[in-house]
């Protein structure tokens, strides 16, 4: 069964750090990780999900929502069929549910989401 597993959320406190992962599994991603583009989303209570950072299929190219200022950095292993979001200097507005999608890059019907991990930010 093809799904992505989302890991890494948590309490944690002003201005730390925290890595979240996004890990590919099925038939699809075993053999082609590297065909799929991967995106991060989050989602505060009642609002939709807004897109915070991409990463292209090969792992090397990246774009950023630009009110994130360069804190979050996103990486993409496709030897081992998972992607990551790092956050750093993290704020309470970071507070959200992350998301991470994985979108095929020839075929776009091919796209899968992950479940969403809460990141609460105190102060």
């Known amino acids: 069964q093809v799904q992505l597993v989302q890991s890494g959320g948590g309490l944690v406190q002003l201005r730390v750090s925290l890595r979240l992962s996004c890990a590919a599994s099925?038939?699809?991603?075993?053999?082609?990780?590297?065909?799929?583009?991967v995106r991060w989303y989050r989602q505060h209570p009642d609002l939709e999900p807004e897109w915070i950072r991409g990463i292209d299929s090969a792992g090397v190219s990246t774009n950023y929502a630009g009110f994130l200022k360069g804190r979050f950095t996103i990486t993409k292993n496709n030897t081992e069929n998972t992607a990551y979001l790092q956050m750093n200097d993290l704020r309470p507005e970071d507070t959200a549910v992350y998301l991470c999608d994985a979108k095929h890059v020839l075929h776009p019907d091919q796209q899968y989401w992950g479940q969403g991990v809460q990141v609460i930010v105190s102060s």
């Open positions: 099925g038939c699809p991603f075993v053999e082609s990780f590297g065909n799929y583009l």
